[in-house]
């Protein structure tokens, strides 16, 4: 295990090396080798961790360091087998999706070289249980992706955006250092098995608190989410499908693995988690709903399926403060399986969305319209990530939500009166966000596939190529089988569950095994209903096989002589909604009104959008009181050169004097 082990971080280093060397034209299939590789020797220990075979073993950090545990358990291998997954698909999709840049043989060289490096840095974060080498290698994760994000550097918008993200990454390193160190002091142990010894006789809510802050600053909780707003719609599609697929869920890991060794605390914490998470989850709908850039609407879904899965974690802690193993599997359960699904659905709901902006030049939904006709595959394959992504049956999403939503109904059976308020406040919340989601996606697919097109393109919108498609298909694949057979996976989920807890609650419930019951059956009828839709389809194509097709302009309502921009528009379509919210979803807009006595009005443009609240309210206020009061010592940068010496003078004179009399050495 050993061997295999550092057989994978070689082969990634020799990639890493080889991909600098070689033609451009082959940068991509060395990066598509090296993460195959890596993917197929860490899945394999991942499958033996799942089947009960942990790895452990213990690198030597020198002086530094001390002794590391490397450890493959449960936990680890679920996100490493999602982390792999998604790479491949990422590297098959970009490999393609990077040939439409022309003059990137540098840009290349760095790029297909950081994506090894991603990919191994997230993989050994699942593994690693030493703090501080954690820390190392979540630097290491974290600066890839920064570096990843502004491939178009020439853009400064994107230098702009990854910069915050470079930000908002480094205060999440801040918190988790905090944390370790916190834990070093108290235990003399940089280990993880520190954190079972602090937790066992202190109390369990500043630590947890703290890490719990850290992770959700990657993972995306409110208000600690701005850095993925920032991150996501600046990256490649590639790119931003793997962060927002897999990247954001180590936040999630980090949360579920210090969750893991809470001794007590637990209802305290549950019900702080379930809270945050409600609101994040409102508030991530809320703004994807009204958002029109298609890009920066799918990280704000990120954000409400964050939430969806934080729900999920705070189910699971209520379960162990009341000693009941229904609720700790269904909602640690719900939110691992909800991982999973997420992963698969918002990495392919950003490959699609990637295919339409780099054939229409644009992620602006308003200019878009009617790509159903060019696009018809990149459409289907956005419509069925879509109603998965909104939690309909027969697709994945539904069966996590699923457990979830049973979860908050079998805590408002078990709990008493002030935690059932909370989780009928929660359940209340989640239907309002599963609402929601069906106006956000309706509104989506709508705007931009269906209807006319509202703009001329100079180049006319075309279906993208084959092989951009099949990695879009093999997800398409790996959903249907979690929606088709989500009992495989819930088995699989139960043993991660069972290795979380050494107590007794980890055996796993009945109750359990009767909802997957339920889920089975679910599916029997997905399963029809797939073929009642596949059997009338086929007699339709019978029927119009020698028909003559028509295409004519969409229904008109008896007027011939409209134009495109009398449709529905995204904003349009989500307007009353804004309105009713305009305390959370901030718009600003820019139109000169009409002035008394102007008869012959001017030419006028319109334009409004949306800021996010916590941005506007808190972070831009701060940020705006720093730069003005930088601008008082502005005059230090005049621009002379005298006055650079005349600082350097007054710089060593200070010096000498202060030597003089002893006060510096």
Known sequence: MI??????????????????????????????????????????????ALIGQTTNFIFAGGNLLGDVLIRIDGLSAWFILIINFTCITGVLY???????????????????????????????????????????????????????VIFDHNNPKIIKAGINYLIQMHLSIVFLTIGFIWLYFQTGSFSFEAFATYFATNSNVGLFIVFFVGFGLKAGFIPLHSGLLQGDPAAP??????????????????????????????????????TVSVLTGLFGILNAAVHRNLKKMLAYCTIENIG??????????????????????????GALMHVLNHSLLKSLLFF???????????????????????????????????IGICGLPPFNGFISEFLIYTGLIEGIKLSNSNEMIL??????????????????????????????????????????????????????????????????????????????????ISVLPVEFATYISILQHISMYSI???CTVLFFWGIRALVLKEKTKVIDTTWQNGYSASTAKMQYTGKSFSKSLSKMFNFIVIERKHYEE????EIFPKTRKHASHYHDFFEFRFIHVITNQLIYAANYFKFFQNGRIQSYVLYGIVFILTIFILTVFNIAI
């Open 3 to 48: 061997e295999l082990i550092n057989l994978s971080w070689i082969m990634a280093l020799l990639a890493m090396v080889t991909i600098y060397f070689v033609p451009a034209n082959t940068k991509a299939s060395i990066t598509k080798i090296a993460v195959f590789s890596n993917s197929i020797v860490t899945s394999y220990l991942a499958i033996l």
């Open 94 to 148: 970009g490999s393609e999706y990077l040939k439409a840049y022309t003059n990137t043989a540098k840009k290349l060289n760095l790029h297909w070289i950081l994506f090894v490096l991603f990919q191994l840095s997230m993989v050994w974060v699942c593994m690693i249980q030493h703090g501080l080498a954690f820390l190392i290698v979540w630097e290491i994760m974290s600066l890839s992706s920064v570096l990843l």
């Open 237 to 274: 599609s590639h790119i931003a499908g793997i962060m927002s697929g897999v990247l954001v869920k180590l936040g999630i890991y980090g949360i579920i693995r210090v969750a893991s060794f809470l001794v007590n605390d637990y209802l305290l914490l549950g019900e702080i988690i379930l």
């Open 308 to 333: 969806t899965i934080g729900v999920g974690i705070g189910i699971g802690l209520i379960g162990l403060g009341n000693n009941s193993p229904i609720l700790y599997y269904l909602g640690f359960g």
């Open 352 to 386: 699609s969305a990637g295919s339409v902006s780099q054939h229409t030049n644009t992620s602006d939904m308003e200019k878009l319209g009617g790509l159903i006709k060019q696009m018809p595959r990149t459409g289907i394959v956005f419509l069925i990530a879509a």
């Open 423 to 504: 989780l009928s406040v929660s359940l209340a919340g989640m239907s309002v966000i599963g609402g929601l989601s069906i106006l956000t996606f309706t509104k989506t697919f709508g705007t931009v596939f269906l209807g006319n097109a509202r703009k001329t393109f100079i180049i006319e919108p075309k279906e993208v190529a084959t092989k951009m498609l099949i990695p879009q298909y093999i997800i398409i694949l790996m959903i249907l089988s979690v929606a088709l057979f989500p009992q495989f996976y819930l088995q699989l989920i139960g043993i991660v569950i069972s290795s979380l807890s050494q107590t007794s």
């Open 528 to 530: 029809l209903f797939y």
């Open 594 to 597: 009409l002035k008394a006595g």
